[in-house]
T-cell receptor, first 113, second 113 residues
C-alpha cells in the first residue's frame, strides 16, 4: 500500500544533541512537508520541498535542517540550536497537481531527557 | 492577513447527537478548503475538501461541510456522532502558493456516553 512512513514513533534527545527524524513516501509525490504540532497551536510549517535538491523555510525553521536528495525521502534534523524541541512532528506529501490535498504520516513524538 | 479560525477549541456532545464544528476563513485566502481529522497519536486524515461546484460537500465517516462565501465559513457537520468520532478536527485553506496550507488551531470533539 502507498503511504508515508515516519520513524521512529518515539524519540528521546539529550540536551545538546542533534537528532534526525525519518520520512519516506512511496506515493510518487513531488512535494513534501514537515510540521510541528504543539497542544492548542495547530500545525506550524517547518520546511517544505517542491522538488529534489530544493527546499524552503516555513514559519519556524530556526533550529531545524532538512535535505531532499531523493524524491522519496525528506529527513528532518532537530539541532541543538532548537531550544524547545519537545513536540509531535508530522511529515506530509502531496502531488504536484493543483489543489491536491496533503497526505500525512503517523508522526514522531520527540522528548527531551 | 491570511487566516483560518476555528471558533471552538473543544466541543462536547452526547453520543448520537448532531454536531457542528465551526471554521471561518479570511477573505484573502483562496477558497480551496479542507477538513482533516486526527485521532490520538496519529497523523492527519483528509475528511473532505471543497474546490468548486456544489457548496455542500460530503466526506468520509458521515461528515459533510457547507461552503458559505458570504459568511466566509466552512462548517463541518455530522447528524449523529459515535464514540469513534472522538478526535481533533482541523480546518485548512490553500494560501497564496499551491503548495502551502493555512491551518486552523483545531477543535477537539469530545463524545459523552
Amino acid at each position: 500500500d502507498g503511504g508515508i512512513t515516519q520513524s521512529p514513533k518515539y524519540l528521546f534527545r539529550k540536551e545538546g544533541q542533534n537528532v534526525t527524524l525519518s520520512c519516506e513516501q512511496n506515493l510518487n509525490h513531488d512535494a513534501m512537508y514537515w510540521y510541528r504540532q504543539d497542544p492548542g497551536q495547530g500545525l506550524r510549517l517547518i520546511y517544505y520541498s517542491q522538488i529534489v535538491n530544493d527546499f524552503q523555510k516555513g514559519d519556524i525553521a530556526e533550529g531545524y535542517s532538512v535535505s531532499r536528495e531523493k524524491k522519496e525521502s525528506f529527513p528532518l534534523t532537530v539541532t541543538s540550536a532548537q531550544k524547545n524541541p519537545t513536540a509531535f512532528y508530522l511529515c506530509a506529501s502531496r502531488s504536484d497537481r493543483v489543489n491536491q490535498p496533503q497526505h500525512f504520516g503517523d508522526g514522531t513524538r520527540l522528548s527531551i531527557l | 492577513a491570511q487566516s483560518v479560525t476555528q471558533l471552538d477549541s473543544q466541543v462536547p456532545v452526547f453520543e448520537e447527537a448532531p454536531v457542528e464544528l465551526r471554521c471561518n476563513y479570511s477573505s484573502s485566502v483562496s477558497v480551496y478548503l479542507f477538513w482533516y481529522v486526527q485521532y490520538p497519536n496519529q497523523g492527519l486524515q483528509l475528511l473532505l475538501k471543497y474546490l468548486s461546484g456544489s457548496t455542500l460537500v460530503k466526506g468520509i465517516n458521515g461528515f459533510e461541510a457547507e461552503f458559505n462565501k458570504s459568511q466566509t465559513s466552512f462548517h463541518l457537520r455530522k447528524p449523529s456522532v459515535h464514540i469513534s468520532d472522538t478526535a481533533e478536527y482541523f480546518c485548512a485553506a490553500r494560501g497564496d502558493s499551491n503548495y502551502q496550507l493555512i491551518w486552523g488551531a483545531g477543535t477537539k470533539l469530545i463524545i459523552k456516553p
